[in-house]
């Protein structure tokens, strides 16, 4: 799991990133939590993300957004780690000119730019979303939603309440040709303490099936 340094819009970006054995292989970008609030790539879900993604036989990255770790600048209140992202998902492209498909996948405030960056990249095949601010921002922007995905969240969320986001799913479901795939984790609080493992069964199983559906 080699450290690369990739130019971001603010300077450069931490970045861990694993490289798949086939040249055709899916890719996956993952972002972190809310950089004021201790989120780095490091995280556990983020992390655990990486290692099934990355089983599954993508090719993954997962960064540090501006000002956190070794990547420069500092917080942009959301405008500026789209950017980051965007750059994250370029150099993840060029490198991998070759993909049979892309994902992306966000905790929390990740998974709010996750969903933004997904209006903006229509070769953003699908998403995993886990614990989705629904409470703290606005997920209008997301009419319609240009692709079918996966939304997990723990029942005794503290941060984001579970109606929040059973609301943006239900919206979301609601429009053609959308299908989202809700899972909600029994007792588990915002931050899947001691579930992160229920958190990847979860990933696998849903991103597993959706690869064996582009094959057949």
Not at 13 to 36: D, F, T, V
Not at 71 to 84: N, Q, T, V
Request: with cysteine.
């Amino acid at each position: 799991m080699p450290d690369i340094i990739i130019n971001g819009p603010a300077g450069r970006l931490e970045c861990r990133y694993h490289a798949a054995k086939s040249p055709n292989a899916p890719l996956a970008l993952l972002l972190h939590p809310h950089p004021q609030y201790g989120g780095t790539m490091n995280n556990r879900i983020i992390y655990t993300m990486f290692q099934t993604f990355a089983a599954l036989g993508f090719s993954v990255l997962r960064f540090n957004f501006r000002g956190v770790g070794r990547s420069e600048g500092a917080f942009d209140k959301g405008e500026g780690e789209l950017c980051d992202a965007a750059a994250a998902l370029d150099w993840l492209q060029a490198m991998n000119p070759g993909t049979s498909g892309i994902w992306v996948g966000g905790f929390s405030f990740g998974a709010w730019i996750a969903m933004q960056l997904l209006m903006r990249r229509p070769e953003i095949y699908s998403f995993v979303a886990v614990a989705p601010p629904a409470n703290m921002h606005d997920f209008s922007f997301l009419a319609p939603c240009p692709a079918s995905g996966l939304i997990i969240q723990g029942e005794k969320d503290e941060v984001v309440p579970e109606s929040y986001v059973s609301k943006l799913v239900q919206k979301l479901n609601s429009q053609r040709g959308i299908s989202i795939d809700y899972r909600i984790i029994s007792e588990a609080s915002h931050f899947f303490t001691n579930q992160s493992e229920l958190v990847s069964e979860h990933v696998a199983n849903y991103v597993g099936r959706s690869l064996e559906t582009q094959v057949g």
